[in-house]
């Protein structure tokens, strides 16, 4: 004899949310989607080519060879109601036209930036204030870069104090996850800020 409710328990059904990773060219944003993703990540990126040159700035990033050319794409599963789908954009202002099609559904997003080249970042910080989208800052830092304090970085790209801005790691599962949750978190406030 069983005690208590006899209903069958129904399986609950996963939330799917869609985040963007974004900023400017070569700051990391394929390398954070494959360091977190649980599915071997879609990426579409070609060879830098001589077509390039003179268009796709490399200064800071002399040593990248690959650019996105559409979209990165990976998925985490946080417990099991909760899956994020992560999309993340490509860099070059020749390939922002996408961005608006990207962030139809997104309920926030990333932006990374660099900063060796923090004015790559400015197109992407502008893009979610105008769209009121939530986001989160997360400086990535690289190997054998100058590293600046929070406050500094935000100053330099004049960011509202409540938007969070934290450094990390792109190439580190536990660091990415942190800015995943950190975003997760200033969106949930955001909401509860929306409807108060």
Known sequence: MVSGNSEPRRALAATAVKILIAGGFGVGKTTMVGSVSEVPPLRTEEQLTSVSAGVDDLSGVEGKTTTTVALDFGRITINP??????????GQDRFWFMWDELTNGALGAVVLAD????????PAVDFF???GLPFVVGV?????????????????????PDVPLLL????????TKQVLATLLQHVMAS?????S
């Open 81 to 90: 109601e909760l899956i994020l789908y992560l999309f993340g954009t490509p």
């Open 115 to 122: 900063t060796r080249r923090l004015d790559t970042c400015f």
């Open 191 to 195: 909401a509860e800020l929306a409807a």
């Open 140 to 160: 990535n830092c690289f190997d054998r870069a100058h590293r600046y304090g929070t406050e500094e970085v935000r100053g330099a790209l004049d960011v509202d």
């Open 129 to 131: 204030e105008r769209r």
């Open 168 to 175: 990390c790691d792109a190439r580190d599962r536990g660091s």
